[in-house]
């Protein structure tokens, strides 16, 4: 197949959507992406790159385009804004000058912002082949929760834009089947359109678990609960220290963080005030670390918010700690949550609840070793059953090829 794949991120930024690209040039498939300048986290050109320079590359065998973007800077919402829409902008150029050929299938990659498919429609009009999106964020519904807008003109024009782009997409990819249900009531799109994709672990945590330990990473004597990721404001952090602050007193129960984000700060302030000698922040190291960290937690901690966007989500996460084989404990809603207690891989409770979250610390640390051990067990089986790249991307890999087959 010839696919081409659009998404505003791509490598060196880190998103899925490299793991497809590389992947189904390996199968042998023709790929071309069509995306914008990186600066993804950091708000700046990653390095060797420039408003005007590399317009063109091939990465691992992939041919990439690249359209100039105005830069994320300090991520204020004026700034994202610009972000979002010079990709619009300059991909118009791209699409309509740039991209020749001929190709079977349209991919598009959707994070934030749902309008970067915009393209992927003029590519599908362009070429006369199908469309098939992957929506990672449901819009306007993420807009309204990370912002002060919450209704008036700009999201009655967010909401045609949404349906404009469902309604000229020939399949629409989940990451949740709580969006489907979603997608369905707001856009009134048939079921039969809409197909559950869910997130995959980086090949990393799936290699031989008996790899050597880091001897850098010391960890304290006692029972390791370990939040590895993003430490944002969407992970309920406040819920979590009234659990750790709760803990404080009990006989080796330790929490441990690692990573970085906006609520970092204010994490390292509240563990100085309360005085939380329980609690470790071992600060952001690289992808290829993480393995060495998950080696040495006893469980491992997933949190979000109590919001209703939020609870349509699993977080990627836990799909790394399934993979790795690690118990998990859960301050979450919606299908994570469920997730977790129905396949008996740990134990959840809902969102903000830290009095459930410290007695389902308690009761594990009583837990016999087997029963830890089964349970990491069934968390690995779990991972390879339902969220395995390999089943994912030829599940995938059909959905293009019947899409293609249904053009001729």
Not at 263 to 271: G, Y
Request: hydrophobic share 40%; glycine share 6%.
């Amino acid at each position: 197949m010839k696919i081409l794949i659009i998404s505003q991120y791509f490598y060196p930024e880190n998103f899925k959507v490299n793991d497809i690209a590389f992947d189904y040039v390996k199968k042998g498939h023709e790929v071309t992406v069509l995306t914008a300048k990186p600066n993804y986290p950091s708000g700046t050109f990653s390095k060797g790159y420039s408003f005007f320079g590399k317009r063109k590359e091939k990465i691992n065998g992939v041919n990439v385009v690249r359209v100039p973007i105005i830069p994320r800077l300090n991520n204020k919402s004026y700034m994202l804004v610009l972000n979002y829409v010079s990709f619009i902008f300059f991909s118009w150029f791209a699409v309509f000058f740039r991209i020749k050929g001929s190709y079977d299938v349209v991919f598009s990659h959707l994070t934030s912002p749902l309008t970067s498919a915009i393209p992927g429609i003029w590519l599908k009009r362009k070429f006369n082949i199908p469309l098939v999106i992957w929506v990672l964020d449901l819009w306007p519904d993420s807009v309204t929760a990370n912002s002060n807008i919450k209704g008036g003109p700009i999201i009655k024009i967010l909401n045609k834009i949404t349906n404009y782009i469902y309604k000229n997409s020939d399949k629409i990819l989940v990451s949740s089947n709580a969006f489907k249900k979603e997608i369905i009531k707001n856009f009134n799109v048939p079921d039969n359109k809409l197909l559950f994709f869910p997130n995959w672990a980086e090949d990393i945590f799936i290699r031989d678990n008996k790899q050597r330990i880091s001897k850098k990473i010391n960890l304290p004597d006692g029972l390791n609960i370990m939040f590895a990721g993003n430490l944002g404001e969407s992970q309920g952090f406040e819920a979590i220290f009234k659990a750790v602050e709760q803990t404080k007193n009990d006989c080796n129960i330790n929490w441990i963080f690692v990573g970085d984000g906006r609520k970092a700060s204010w994490m390292k302030q509240k563990i100085k005030e309360k005085k939380l000698t329980n609690a470790y922040m071992l600060g952001r190291f690289p992808l290829e670390e993480m393995p060495d960290f998950f080696r040495k937690a006893d469980v491992m901690l997933v949190s979000l918010k109590a919001d209703s966007l939020i609870s349509l989500t699993i977080p990627a996460k836990i799909q790394a700690y399934m993979a790795s084989g690690k118990t998990i404990l859960g301050m979450i809603n919606g299908e994570g949550k469920n997730l977790i207690n129905d396949n008996g891989i740990g134990f959840a409770v809902s969102a903000g609840d830290y009095k459930g979250l410290v007695e389902k610390v308690r009761e594990f640390q009583k837990i016999p070793k087997y029963q830890k051990l089964r349970m990491e067990k069934k968390a690995k089986e779990l991972y390879k059953e339902n969220f395995s790249k390999e089943k994912l991307f030829k599940e995938l890999e059909e959905i293009l090829k019947i899409k293609k087959m249904n053009q001729h």
